[in-house]
């Protein structure tokens, strides 16, 4: 049986180790070891953190000394990161892995409000919200809330750098409406109570075909990766074909992310001419890469797809130019995708720079192989690590600074326009694009600084595809 040895010292350590008991200390330190031997195990910037050297403990009870320093098993996460919040910005632990997993299929108490956070001027904390898009039938659909709202007083606080997460995570929103007055805003006496439910979120926000100049143009607005709604992604596409479409615009400008699985099906599906070709590569730290080159050279890629888990025939549209509008906001997946359609199709990039995320993480379980089968039945604890940088098949990647745009068109916070109009701004120039018809210069909005925020872990994550239960390894 193939497993995964790192060292020598490995097996030491396993060869101690003392059946647990279920103490609350003891318990913690469980915990901790499962935290240290995930992140020894996966973790991408394992060689630059000294903790998580192999050599590091000679024995397990070395290493249960180091981890009896902390009480707090986030504790222990946070102090193994690499360069938090300026390398590794999106690693991620809870504590309730069962509340983690709804959050992949959408399902999460919200407003239902997408919002931006932006500051009110340069030499201020303060921030105030605008609306993206609201997802509909929820309390803030319901509340007659829209796209382009904007606030800066929630339960009775300014917002600012420092308290939104704060106010953001309260279960209920007083708002207090605010207006533009030239580039300013002042405060309204409209109020809105908005109280949180539990809701899910369907990406698949907008489709349309548009009729233009005798051609027909299909419109996605895809605002999230998310595996569960694969089926009715492909049935969005049949809809394509059946339609005849000879232009394709996909709007991802709010989608932070998820599946590079539902990435890979909807590159096969803008496509179809490529299936078996190499849409993108997997690196990991140098020892897994190894381990991986040796035993399972095959994960270390993926290619395109014909069908959607082996079995439901994808619905291709074999184009060779696709239109992608993308911002700030969108991350991960989403700049994977125009990364890794770029060596195969003409892809033209609408809006500004993308976020800058070329990294993807796993979910990691307390078990013998960290998958979630057995996972440990004394506790809820999971970790979303950072665990390897996805290039596409020339091997590009490590786009910190995100993806250029083709076409530079901002979105202007006074006039967001209608989702799906053709009229919105960034999907005007999309189409002007395809007619070949673009004005000389595009609207850039330098004046107001956006904050790059999470409400929670999955925000800006890319899941790795990877099957840990599949793969012939122990934990050690």
């Known amino acids: 049986m193939k497993k995964l040895f790192f060292v020598l010292v490995i097996i030491a350590l396993n060869s101690s180790c003392k059946k647990p008991s279920y103490t609350q200390d003891e318990q913690t330190l469980e915990i901790n070891d499962f935290i240290w031997k995930g992140l020894n195990t996966f973790y991408l910037w394992k060689p630059e953190v000294a903790n998580l050297h192999d050599e590091s403990f000679a024995s397990q009870e070395q290493l249960n000394n180091f981890l009896d320093e902390y009480n707090n098993p986030e504790e222990l996460f946070e102090s193994l990161l690499f360069e938090r919040n300026q390398t590794d910005r999106w690693s991620w632990i809870v504590d309730d892995y069962v509340a983690l997993e709804k ?14 956070l932006v500051y009110e001027n340069q030499n201020s904390n303060t921030v105030f919200a605008y609306v993206k898009y609201v997802v509909p039938g929820s309390p803030a659909d319901q509340n007659g809330v829209h796209r382009g709202d904007v606030f800066r007083k929630l339960n009775g606080q300014y917002l600012t ?16 409406w605010a207006q533009w007055q030239g580039n300013s805003l002042i405060d309204t006496a409209n109020f809105t109570t908005i109280t949180k439910e539990v809701i899910q979120e369907n990406p698949i926000y907008l489709t349309r075909v548009i009729q233009q100049n005798g051609k027909k143009i299909g419109y996605l607005m895809y605002n999230g990766f998310t595996s569960y709604y694969d089926n009715q992604l492909n049935d969005i ?32 599906m803008i496509t179809g001419q490529f299936t078996g070709q190499k849409l993108l590569l997997y690196q990991w730290h140098p020892q897994m890469q190894a381990w991986m080159q040796q035993y399972y050279p095959k994960s270390l890629y993926r290619t395109f797809k014909d069908k959607i888990g082996g079995k439901i025939p994808i619905h291709h549209l074999y184009l060779n130019k696709v239109y992608i509008i993308a ?57 979303q690590p950072i665990v390897l940088k996805v290039s596409n098949a020339q091997g590009v990647s490590d786009f910190k600074n995100g993806l250029s745009p083709d076409i530079y068109q901002a979105e202007d916070l006074q006039n967001l326009g209608t989702l799906g109009d053709s009229n ?15 004005p000389q210069t595009a609207y850039r909005q330098n004046f107001y600084k956006e904050l790059n925020f999470q409400l929670h872990p999955l925000e800006y994550d890319m899941q790795a595809d990877i099957n840990l239960e599949r793969m012939n390894f122990k934990r050690q």
């Not at 959050?103 to 931006?116: A, D, H, Y």
């Not at 750098?161 to 209920?172: A, C, G």
């Open 237 to 268: 596409f049949e809809q394509f074909q059946s339609a005849q479409i000879d232009e394709l615009v996909v709007d991802i400008r709010y989608n932070p992310g998820g599946s590079v699985r539902t990435m890979n099906y909807l590159a096969s």
């Open 424 to 438: 919105e701004p960034l999907l005007h120039i999309a189409l002007q694009a395809i007619e070949g018809n673009l």
């Open 327 to 383: 911002t700030k906001s969108s991350a991960s997946a989403s700049e994977s995708l125009i990364n890794c359609l770029r060596p195969y199709v003409d892809v033209v990039q609408i809006g500004t720079e993308t976020h800058g995320k070329y990294v993807a993480s796993v979910t990691l379980y307390d078990s013998p192989d960290f998958s979630r089968k057995y996972a440990n039945s004394h506790h809820t604890w999971a970790m």
């Open 103 to 116: 959050l992949f299929q959408g399902i999460r108490k919200s407003t239902g409000m997408r919002i931006g």
């Open 161 to 176: 750098d420092q308290n939104y997460l704060d106010l953001l995570n309260q279960d209920i929103w007083e708002i207090q």
